[in-house]
């Protein structure tokens, strides 16, 4: 790979001089256009003594940013950026299936999400590789995602998570391919995030996409629990008994649980909890006296705590006799938090939002979050698929390094002025490194094990909110644009001079080499096979032959999925 541009060290600084200076003048005005407004506007509104900072990483690390097909930069990063099996999270959104729309993924300029009809003359190229890389329909497909995934799985290091994002169209098919690749073993979930509040269309509306989640190794998974506040329904639906301050206890109303009329002052919602476990011991299963009742455990059961343990519960007020059970009281209090599950329900952008970058653009939420469950800070994430940069923008928010490429020079260039305009918080960390990991908000959680045995409450990491340095704010840190080595066709045909005679006699022909220097591999076949049509003659494009120019010594490493090698397609019109 070649590098285009460094942002080093020294330019950050300068950048964030010039951003000084400007905000600094009394008109406020901005010398560097928009690019670094809110930069400016920050230096502006901070106080003078705030220091500018940025987080740097250990041994000479600088993130990347690619211009290229991510099948190549896969192949590159492994081979010769040493990179294979290092990589602890990768997110990867690719187009949801073969009847996506030029306009819906592609965009022409920076500045705009819009695309002009009359400015695609100008983009022709890119407009034919995209259709011809889907000639075979779902089977292109497939193999398209066939031969990154695999590579995917070979960058991964063991503790590694991959998120694949698919919307309903192939989502059943996207998971069967990548139980192939990683193994259904190590499948962990599907996660259902919200989009959208609805289009008003005919039917149901499709308000949510899906993250096919697996691990590299499921047994070896890094894996950080996250906690949102307890959904109201869940007060609502469990936490309905209430005590009231002289230490009655009854059933909340409807009313009082609808919100329409409050608790009396100092009560205390809260549910029963479970004091016995499956399996039966001598000790631990008998019987116990509360409130001059003896109470029984089911069979096979034992108590969660010993009799002092129990003892200490009924001095503390936390026993509940629930009929013939004996329970204890769980206050809504205890922990005002609830894990996340695999249905989030947070993720809708606003309407207020800011406006979207790029024609296709995720939530960074739900990028966020999934970093945040599966890296700690100093762990390296990868994104094929960069698009306006939001998996750079979310790992670079959170201090992770990172590596995104993308085909498109605009989504390139989107996201190099996203990063290098942005403005983030500074976190505390625990030892002077982003790699020792930040200072988080705590949460007491008291449990059952707390109360019986007089234990100070456990104290719970929230990961996504680390303390903030207030007398610090920070810029994005140093990165590298980079692309795809530029390649003559005579350079071209002597590299693959080996690949040419083992491929079928369909792929020798033209050659082309699209914009940006990059050859696309679909490109060669498609006009080969444009002339013959245009010749009156039968042009079958045969996958068994080797899809997007990859032939038999790819397919070696990449295996095909078992039934899809004789997918034929017959006087294929691929001419603009």
Known sequence: MQRSEIVSESRIAQIVDRAKKAAAEKDGTARQGELFADLERTLRESEKSQRVEFYTHEEGWRNKLICGDSLHVMESLMHYEGLRGKVQ?????????????????????????????????????????????????????????????????????????????????????????????????????????????????????????????????????????????????????????????DGTVRRISQEENAGIVPLPEGARRFMSGDLSSQGESREGSEPFEFDGVEYHLPPNTHWKTSLGGR????????????????????????????????????TVISGFAAAKLYAVQTSPKVV????????????????????????????????????????????????????????????????????????????????????????????????????VDREAIRVCGPFEVMSIGRYSIEDWKEGLCQRKREVSQLHRGLVSVVPGGCWHPGFQRARTCDLRVREGEDCDLDRSAGWAGHGQADQRRYPRRPGLGDARIARPRLGL
């Open 368 to 467: 966020e979050r999934c970093i945040l469950m599966t890296t700690e800070p100093g762990d390296v994430v990868f994104d094929p698929t960069c698009g306006s940069g939001t998996t750079a923008a979310c790992a670079e928010l959170t201090g992770r390094r990172w590596v995104s490429c993308d085909t498109s020079r605009v989504a390139i260039n989107v996201a190099r002025q996203r990063l290098l305009s942005a403005v983030l918080p500074h976190y505390k960390t625990r030892n002077g490194k982003v790699s020792g990991d930040f200072v988080y908000k705590q949460v007491p959680h008291v449990t059952l094990k707390s109360l019986a045995y007089d234990l100070e409450p456990e104290k719970v990491d929230r990961f996504d909110l680390p303390q």
């Open 89 to 245: 999270v990768i997110y990867i959104d690719p187009p949801y299936g073969i009847t996506i729309k030029y306009d819906s993924n592609f965009q022409q300029r920076v500045d705009s999400t819009k695309n002009v009809e009359k400015d695609k003359a100008d983009d022709i190229l890119t407009i034919k590789a995209f259709r011809d890389t889907w000639a075979l329909g779902v089977h292109s497909y497939l193999s398209y995602l066939q031969e990154r995934l695999y590579l995917c799985r070979e960058l991964l290091t063991d503790s590694g998570s991959i998120f694949l994002q698919m919307g309903d169209e192939n989502a059943h098919i996207t998971r069967a391919l990548l139980d192939e690749v990683f193994g259904a073993a190590n499948f962990l979930a599907e996660i259902v995030f919200y989009k959208t509040s609805g289009k008003g269309g005919v039917g149901l509306d499709a308000v949510y996409d899906r993250l096919l989640w697996y691990a590299r190794d499921k047994t070896s998974l890094k894996y950080r629990q996250l906690y949102m506040p307890r959904p109201a329904y869940t007060l609502e639906e469990q936490y309905t008994s209430v005590e009231l301050r």
């Open 311 to 346: 003892r200490r519960l009924a001095e503390k007020g936390r026993l509940y006799p629930a009929g013939k059970r004996l329970r204890y009281k769980r206050y809504a209090d205890d922990f005002p938090l609830a894990p996340f599950t695999n249905i989030w329900e947070d």
